[in-house]
């Protein structure tokens, strides 16, 4: 258990040494004053992590001190000790900051649960914190989040490549953050304060594509009623982002080759050769050589885009990046759904280091959302955390012998799915005593999918 430091101020001694010797028999380091005053400059003197005040005292008394405490450091805890009459009061310091009130006389479980719940959620406090003062410290570009050797070597990468006019090809599996590195090398290229304009070319058309890419004059097909510019000339200058560039139809990749070779296109409809001065830079999850031997993407297309190849890592590679990224994602969140106190619990923080993160970053800023919204008074714990998956595949079970020898050939795949998901799910209820919490840690899932299953499949609790 952490040895935490503990203030108790009061101005009853007997009451001060009855208080501190309870503590200290916990392994806690008690602080003591007798009054207000003298408790303050503790509080200025000592890194505290919690203070435990008598509301009725002479001089300055625990609503006094509570202000004068919150001014030093508003994140510090403070419990106020109070009779019964004096409940009014201590609703008024809870309004003014009190982390809680003890009405006296408290029994001592009573008086330790609150001190152990106040300096856990400081300790939450100060280390998230801690990793935000990290991520503002980190060489972040335009957002992305990591100090792990593979980003460094990407960061390194980026500021090589920023001032020279190559084209730059990023591979990565999806969702983690191509888009966000091109973005950085333009922003610290000598285009910056030129146009960023990024295209996804899987969502289009080959025909809407084309438009869309190079522009096209007034009457060039149906619906053209008016001349519009493409991409590229809205980017002139600039950097122009070609995210899923495998999708990119081969009737268009010889038009894209070109404004690569020799920077000039025409408008579709038009005959007018247009030149243009812009960055291109691409992204695939697929791998472009393999297209290549497909016969789906051109090879002088590839070599023309590929001048440097930058390739992103998935999260379950650089796991270190998780508590940076889940502080990044907490203080999103905490402003936008205006939480204030928003905060990962600590075996929350170890389920999230846990899961597979096949979605990668994107998956993870879903999942921090997600807990931010279902969480109670900012505290995200275990049960709020509900990713796409939620098994260790390093530790799943894989089998060593023919299923062939148990599974009719007959039987379809969702059959069997259902029936082995079905049959765990209740070997496990019964195995726990019904108790769905353990039920669910012993499949390896949060409670709240537990209970979509039990639904999903019917199962009703036993009596």
């Given at each position: 258990?952490?040895?935490?430091?503990?203030?108790?101020?009061?101005?009853?001694?007997?009451?001060?040494?009855v208080?501190?010797?309870l503590?200290?028999?916990?392994?806690?380091?008690?602080?003591?004053?007798?009054?207000?005053?003298?408790?303050?400059?503790?509080?200025?003197?000592?890194?505290?992590?919690?203070?435990?005040?008598?509301?009725?005292?002479?001089?300055?008394d625990?609503?006094?001190?509570?202000?004068?405490?919150?001014e030093?450091?508003?994140?510090?805890?403070?419990?106020?000790?109070?009779a019964?009459?004096?409940?009014?009061?201590?609703?008024?310091?809870?309004?003014?900051?009190?982390?809680?009130?003890?009405?006296?006389?408290?029994?001592?479980?009573?008086l330790l649960?609150n001190?152990?719940?106040?300096?856990?959620?400081?300790?939450l406090?100060?280390?998230?914190?801690?990793l935000?003062?990290?991520?503002?410290?980190?060489?972040?570009?335009?957002?992305?989040?990591?100090?792990?050797?593979?980003?460094?070597?990407?960061?390194?990468?980026?500021r090589?490549?920023?001032?020279?006019?190559?084209?730059?090809?990023?591979?990565?599996?999806?969702?983690?953050?191509?888009?966000?590195?091109?973005?950085?090398v333009?922003?610290?290229?000598?285009?910056r304060?030129?146009?960023?304009?990024?295209?996804?070319?899987?969502?289009?058309?080959?025909?809407l594509?084309?438009?869309?890419?190079?522009?096209?004059?007034?009457?060039?097909?149906?619906?053209?009623?008016?001349?519009?510019?493409?991409?590229?000339?809205?980017?002139?200058?600039g950097?122009?982002?070609?995210?899923?560039?495998?999708?990119?139809?081969l009737?268009?990749?010889?038009?894209?080759?070109?404004?690569?070779?020799?920077?000039?296109?025409?408008?579709?409809g038009?005959?007018?050769?247009?030149h243009?001065?812009?960055r291109?830079?691409?992204?695939?999850?697929?791998?472009?050589?393999?297209?290549?031997?497909?016969?789906?993407?051109?090879?002088?297309?590839?070599?023309?885009?590929?001048?440097?190849?930058?390739?992103?890592?998935?999260?379950?590679?650089?796991?270190?990046?998780?508590?940076?990224?889940v502080?990044?994602?907490?203080?999103?969140?905490?402003?936008?759904?205006?939480?204030?106190?928003?905060?990962?619990?600590?075996e929350?923080?170890?389920?999230?280091?846990?899961?597979?993160?096949?979605?990668n970053?994107r998956?993870?800023?879903?999942?921090?959302?997600?807990?931010?919204?279902?969480?109670?008074?900012?505290?995200?714990?275990?049960?709020?955390?509900?990713?796409?998956?939620?098994?260790?595949?390093?530790?799943?079970?894989?089998?060593?012998?023919?299923?062939s020898?148990?599974?009719?050939?007959?039987v379809?795949?969702?059959?069997?799915?259902?029936?082995?998901?079905?049959?765990?799910?209740?070997?496990?209820?019964?195995?726990?005593?019904?108790v769905?919490?353990?039920?669910?840690?012993?499949?390896?899932?949060?409670?709240?999918?537990l209970?979509?299953?039990?639904?999903?499949?019917?199962?009703k609790?036993?009596?």
């Amino acid at each position: 258990m952490c040895s935490y430091s503990i203030l108790v101020v009061d101005d009853e001694p007997n009451y001060l040494i009855v208080l501190s010797e309870l503590l200290r028999d916990e392994d806690l380091e008690v602080f003591t004053a007798g009054s207000g005053k003298a408790g303050l400059d503790i509080c200025r003197e000592v890194d505290l992590d919690l203070v435990i005040t008598d509301m009725q005292m002479d001089g300055m008394d625990g609503m006094a001190l509570l202000e004068q405490i919150k001014e030093l450091n508003p994140d510090l805890p403070v419990l106020i000790m109070t009779a019964h009459a004096e409940v009014e009061k201590a609703v008024k310091a809870m309004q003014a900051g009190a982390f809680g009130y003890l009405a006296k006389p408290f029994a001592n479980d009573e008086l330790l649960v609150n001190i152990y719940r106040a300096a856990r959620h400081y300790s939450l406090i100060r280390e998230n914190k801690r990793l935000r003062h990290q991520l503002q410290s980190e060489d972040c570009f335009s957002g992305i989040v990591g100090k792990s050797p593979s980003m460094q070597r990407v960061y390194k990468l980026i500021r090589k490549v920023a001032p020279t006019p190559a084209s730059v090809l990023i591979t990565g599996e999806s969702g983690t953050g191509k888009e966000l590195v091109a973005q950085a090398v333009h922003s610290t290229s000598p285009r910056r304060d030129e146009a960023f304009i990024a295209v996804n070319c899987a969502a289009l058309s080959a025909n809407l594509l084309e438009s869309e890419l190079f522009g096209h004059e007034k009457g060039a097909f149906t619906g053209a009623a008016s001349m519009r510019k493409g991409r590229f000339e809205l980017a002139a200058g600039g950097t122009i982002f070609l995210d899923e560039i495998s999708e990119i139809p081969l009737e268009l990749q010889s038009k894209l080759l070109r404004i690569l070779q020799e920077k000039s296109f025409e408008r579709v409809g038009g005959a007018k050769t247009l030149h243009v001065d812009v960055r291109v830079i691409s992204a695939s999850n697929k791998d472009l050589k393999e297209e290549v031997a497909a016969g789906h993407f051109r090879e002088d297309l590839f070599y023309r885009l590929n001048v440097i190849h930058l390739n992103l890592p998935p999260l379950r590679e650089r796991l270190d990046d998780l508590p940076l990224l889940v502080a990044f994602f907490i203080e999103k969140y905490r402003k936008i759904l205006q939480l204030e106190n928003l905060v990962v619990g600590e075996e929350a923080m170890k389920l999230l280091l846990r899961l597979p993160w096949d979605g990668n970053v994107r998956e993870l800023e879903n999942t921090i959302e997600r807990a931010a919204i279902l969480c109670d008074a900012g505290n995200i714990m275990v049960e709020d955390v509900q990713p796409e998956t939620v098994y260790n595949k390093e530790d799943h079970w894989q089998p060593g012998g023919d299923l062939s020898n148990f599974i009719p050939e007959s039987v379809g795949l969702n059959e069997v799915l259902y029936a082995v998901e079905e049959r765990m799910l209740i070997k496990a209820l019964d195995e726990s005593n019904q108790v769905q919490a353990r039920a669910a840690s012993q499949l390896g899932i949060t409670k709240s999918l537990l209970q979509y299953k039990l639904k999903k499949y019917g199962l009703k609790k036993k009596k």
